[in-house]
T-cell receptor, first 112, second 114 residues
Framework: NAGVTQTPKFQVLKTGQSMTLQCAQDMNHEYMSWYRQDPGMGLRLIHYSVGAGITDQGEVPNGYNVSRSTTEDFPLRLLSAAPSQTSVYFC???????????FGEGSRLTVL | AQSVTQPDIHITVSEGASLELRCNYSYGATPYLFWYVQSPGQGLQLLLK??????LVQGIKGFEAEFKRSQSSFNLRKPSVHWSDAAEYFC????????????FGSGTRLLVRP
């Protein structure tokens, strides 16, 4: 039971570099989302998708891009990393009727 | 504005003692309510959820929570804490409809004294 898989688990970037955080789910869930977790702030929604080809912004979308070309995958792209993007990132998925989010184990990103 | 407040940043209890973690929310309609637990270096695991019906909800690992509409609260309780319960706990509200967006509280870190 893989569930929601995130890669990489750890990444260090320099300011201005780009990278992609990968998220894949094998549960055929329509809904996928990205959250970031910062100390004292809980989790905040970055972007979400309700199906292949459909994405929308969450609470803190600036500096991040997403796309959803398949049901299984929902990558998060940082085009020009900034120290303010140092955080732990969580991908989550769900489907109608399930009524809960399933989370990956997180990706810890440090931007120097 | 929609929000979730967890007023306690840290709570320390002795092993075997009872536990209550507070959660208050502000939401336009009757929300779906959740408690998640995060062990160090791990993802989030769902403890329990409330949608409707009985306001006392039982979850995994011996946890329960009570929805009180008049107080806009959804406090998490456990009668006897185990050392393995040391973790961070997040309350969340949202609507599990087409948006599936959850609003999280800032979390409460539970420390357990032996």
């Amino acid at each position: 039971n893989a569930g929601v898989t995130q890669t990489p688990k750890f990444q260090v970037l320099k300011t201005g570099q780009s990278m992609t955080l990968q998220c894949a789910q094998d549960m055929n869930h329509e809904y996928m989302s990205w959250y970031r977790q910062d100390p004292g702030m809980g989790l905040r929604l970055i972007h979400y998708s309700v199906g292949a080809g459909i994405t929308d912004q969450g609470e803190v979308p600036n500096g991040y891009n997403v796309s959803r070309s398949t049901t299984e995958d929902f990558p998060l792209r940082l085009l020009s990393a900034a120290p303010s993007q140092t955080s732990v990132y969580f991908c989550a998925s769900s489907s109608p009727g399930i009524r809960e989010l399933f989370f990956g184990e997180g990706s810890r990103l440090t931007v120097l | 504005a929609q929000s979730v407040t967890q007023p306690d940043i840290h709570i320390t209890v002795s092993e075997g003692a009872s536990l209550e973690l507070r959660c208050n929310y502000s939401y336009g309609a009757t929300p779906y309510l959740f408690w998640y637990v995060q062990s160090p270096g791990q993802g989030l695991q769902l403890l329990l959820k409330y949608f409707s019906g009985d306001t006392l909800v039982q979850g995994i690992k011996g946890f329960e929570a009570e929805f009180k509409r008049s107080q806009s609260s959804f406090n998490l309780r456990k009668p006897s804490v185990h050392w393995s319960d040391a973790a961070e706990y997040f309350c969340a509200v949202g609507k599990m409809d087409s948006s599936y967006k959850l609003i999280f509280g800032s979390g409460t870190r539970l420390l357990v004294r032996p």
